[in-house]
């Protein structure tokens, strides 16, 4: 419950530096994903399947974009002490061409990798304005 605070509270605020004491390992995440197709429609969908397993995770999800010429682009943050094991994980998209159709439904794969177990991990897809986040899936690790 404290983690799911934390999260709550700070959003994408997290910092990706690591603080603590001299000899701590700083908190390291990376996200990485590949798109499988991309389908123009009138009802585009964002959703998303992530299996957790300790410090990896994998994901499968659908984007929906405003065009079908797109490219996906991740951001990562992590919380400040790796104890706490808070992951955030943001996607965008970024048009690629100028006679585009849309929306679309951008399908992807990926891999999101830390240096600590994960204990919270929320994945988001930001649309247009920063400010326009969807929380496509939540993990809370079980105490």
Known sequence: MRRRGFLASTGIGLATVGGGCLGDTPPEVSATVEIESVTANDDPEDKATVTVNDDHATVEGT???????????????????????????????????????????????????????????????????EDDRTTVFSYERGD
């Open 63 to 129: 984007f929906g974009a405003d065009v079908d010429c797109v490219t996906l682009e991740t951001a990562t943050f992590s919380s400040i002490d790796s104890i706490e094991g808070a992951v955030v994980v943001e996607l965008t998209t970024e048009a690629t061409g100028d006679n585009c159709d849309g929306p679309a439904t951008v399908a992807y794969t990926g891999e999101i990798t830390t240096n600590f177990t994960i204990n919270d991990l929320l994945l988001m897809h930001v649309h247009d304005e």
